[in-house]
C-alpha cells in the first residue's frame, strides 16, 4: 500500500506551524506526530492495511492466542471467527468467542478444532522517526499523512497556549480523518465483515 515519507510530514508540520524547529523541539514533534499515529489506527478496526481477512491460524483447547502464526503479525482486535474460510462462494459457520488476556476463546461445545479461521486486526507497533537505526519507521501510512500533519499542527498550536487556533486545526484534522474513513465505508468491507446482525437463518450456522 502507498505510504509517504517522515521528512514529508515533518516538513508539512513545520510550513503548517511557520516555524523551523529547533534540533531540541523534534523530538517533541515527533511524539505529537506518533500519538496521532496511535489516535488514527484506534478510529476503526477496518484500516485496510492492518486488517486480515479470513486467515487460518491455530486453535489450542479452543483458543486463539494474539501472536498470529500465518502472517507473522500478532493480533489486537478479533473481528470473527469461521470454521472454514469465510466470504467465498458458500456461507460457513461461524464461531462465537470471548475474549481474554490470553486471546479469543472460542465457544465450541464438544467440538476440537485444530484450527480456524480469524478475521482480525493486526497489533501497530511502529515508531514513526527519521532515525531507522533506532527502528523508527520513516514510512508514513498515505491514508494517514494529512491527518498526522494537521492533528500534530493542532497539538503544537496547543501546546503554545493557542487554543481557539488549536480548536479550528484540530476540527480540520478530524474531518481529514472522516473523510477517510468514509473512504473505507464505501469500499463495503466493514459493512460486510461487521454485519453480525442475528436472524434464525444466520444462527443455524454458527455453533
Known amino acids: 500500500m502507498k ?15 511557520g516555524v523551523v524547529f529547533a534540533n531540541i523541539e523534534k523530538d517533541r514533534i515527533k ?27 491455530s486453535v489450542n483447547e479452543g483458543l486463539i492466542v494474539y501472536s498470529d502464526y500465518t502472517s507473522g503479525d500478532d493480533i489486537d482486535t478479533f473481528l470473527r471467527i469461521h470454521k472454514d474460510r469465510p466470504y467465498g462462494l458458500e456461507s460457513v459457520q461461524e464461531y462465537e468467542f470471548i475474549v481474554n488476556s490470553l486471546g479469543a476463546k472460542i465457544v465450541i461445545g464438544t467440538l ?69 474513513l468514509i473512504r473505507l465505508d464505501e469500499q463495503h468491507t466493514q459493512t460486510l465483515i461487521s454485519n453480525r446482525i442475528f436472524t434464525n437463518s444466520n444462527m443455524q450456522l454458527r455453533w
Open 112 to 180: 476440537n478444532p485444530s484450527s480456524a479461521f480469524a478475521t482480525y486486526k493486526i497489533q501497530f507497533n511502529d515508531k514513526f522517526g527519521p532515525n531507522t537505526s533506532a527502528g523508527e519507521s520513516q514510512a508514513i501510512p498515505a491514508e494517514w499523512f494529512e491527518y498526522l500533519a494537521h492533528g500534530t499542527y493542532a497539538d503544537y498550536l496547543r501546546a503554545e497556549g493557542q487554543q481557539e487556533r488549536a480548536a479550528l486545526a484540530d476540527q480540520e484534522a478530524n474531518e481529514i480523518l472522516q473523510d477517510e
Open 3 to 17: 505510504t509517504r515519507t517522515y521528512a514529508d510530514l515533518f516538513d508539512l508540520v513545520q510550513a503548517l506551524c
Open 31 to 57: 511524539a505529537l506526530i506518533n500519538r496521532r499515529a496511535q489516535k488514527a489506527y484506534r478510529a476503526t478496526n477496518y484500516w485496510t492495511r492492518f486488517l486480515r481477512v479470513g486467515e487460518e491460524v
